[in-house]
């Protein structure tokens, strides 16, 4: 099974409410990732966890705050966000590290009203 | 850091024409996949190739990662073939992808 899950498929949020996003994959990967995805561009990397530490941080404003509560899960809190944070938040994850290969989730497609 | 570069951005293509899509790198990397990116959003892996040739049915690849190239090869299209293909590379855990080849197939 080569499968990364994703909720919710898609989130409409105001800039003064809270959501988090969720990441579960049951593949034994130990490193996961966040990317950020705005229309017709490629995707950016955001946040690396490895081994359930925080190992890149991509200068991401601190309206995105990553956690890793277990192997297995990935969430991405959200507050206060801007019109122009509404993307593609796509979650990955791969074996050991990045020399391995990524398998991505489906995505959350984020509108930030 | 490392630069990806991808040609071409853009192809129009007949149903049944071959193509080649070419990925060109800036410095030694650790790891690189190929992408299919649906119209939904999802990323679908094609190749994990950080060197040397794979083969999966109508699409091969081939990494010259000396060279710091690689080249993905779709034979006989079709039009679920459309979509943006995606190189990506990594290097110190860091991974850059490339701004994609836009491939639409006509029928």
């Not at chain 2, 990662?65 to 855990?93: M, N, P």
Request: glycine share 6%; net charge neutral.
């Amino acid at each position: 099974d080569t499968e990364v899950t994703q909720t919710p498929k898609h989130l409409v949020m105001g800039m003064t409410n809270k959501k988090s996003l969720k990441c579960e994959q049951h593949m034994g990967h130990r490193a996961m990732y966040w990317y950020k995805q705005k229309a017709k561009k490629p995707p950016e990397l955001m946040f690396v966890y490895s081994y359930e530490k925080l190992s890149i941080n991509e200068s991401v404003p601190s309206r995105f705050s990553p956690e890793c509560p277990n192997s297995s899960l990935l969430n991405l809190h959200l507050h206060a966000l801007q019109p122009e944070d509404s993307a593609l938040y796509l979650c990955a994850s791969s074996l050991r590290d990045s020399t391995y290969e990524q398998y991505f989730g489906p995505g959350t497609r984020l509108t930030v009203t | 850091g490392i630069q990806v570069e991808q040609s071409p951005p853009d192809l129009i293509l007949q149903e049944g024409a071959n193509s080649t899509l070419r990925c060109n790198f800036s410095d030694s990397v650790n790891n690189l996949q190929w992408f299919h990116q649906n119209p939904w959003g999802q990323l679908i892996n094609l190749f994990y190739i950080p060197s040397g040739t794979k083969q999966n049915g109508r699409l091969s690849a081939t990494t010259v990662a000396t060279e710091r190239y690689s080249l993905l090869y779709i034979s006989s299209s079709q039009t679920t073939d459309s979509g943006v293909y995606f190189c990506a590379v990594a290097r110190d855990d860091k991974i850059i992808f490339g701004k994609g080849t836009r491939l639409h197939i006509l029928p």
